[in-house]
Nanobody, 128 residues
C-alpha cells in the first residue's frame, strides 16, 4: 500500500525547534522530488521548501529561509524538515509531497511541482 506518513509535529514555544519526517511505504522516494507544504487555519496551502531527488538542490520561500532545512535520506526512504527559531506564524498543518519538478520556481522561490503523492499532514503549533 502506497503511503506517505508525516511525523514529528507538536506544540512548541516560540524560538523552539521541531524536526518533521516524511516516511514512505510502497513507493521509492528516490525517484521523486519532494516538497513540504503547510496550511494554516483559514489559509490556502503553501509550499515552503523542496528538494531534488538527489538532494543536491534545495529551495525555500523567504518566510522560512535560514530557519528551516530540508533534507532526505533515500536509503531510509524518508525526507526531513528541520525547523528552528519557530514563530507563532509557523503554526499550521504540514504536509509532504512526492512529485516532479521541471526546474521552475514560483515568485516566492518554491518549486513548481507536479503532484503525485501527498501525506496526511502533521500539526505544528507554536505558542507561548
Amino acid at each position: 500500500q502506497l503511503q506517505l506518513v508525516e511525523s514529528g509535529g507538536g506544540s512548541v514555544q516560540p524560538g523552539g525547534s521541531l524536526r518533521l519526517s516524511c516516511a514512505a511505504s510502497g513507493v521509492t522516494l528516490a525517484y521523486y522530488e519532494m516538497g513540504w507544504f503547510r496550511q494554516a487555519p483559514g489559509k490556502e496551502r503553501e509550499g515552503i521548501s523542496c528538494i531534488s531527488s538527489s538532494g543536491r538542490t534545495t529551495k525555500y520561500v523567504d518566510s522560512v529561509k535560514g530557519r528551516f532545512t530540508i533534507s532526505r535520506d533515500n536509503a531510509k526512504n524518508t525526507v526531513y524538515l528541520q525547523m528552528n527559531s519557530l514563530k507563532p506564524e509557523d503554526t499550521a498543518v504540514y504536509f509532504c509531497l512526492a512529485g516532479g519538478w521541471s526546474g521552475r520556481t514560483t515568485d516566492q522561490g518554491m518549486c513548481v511541482m507536479t503532484e503525485h503523492y501527498w501525506g496526511q499532514g502533521t500539526q505544528v503549533t507554536v505558542s507561548s
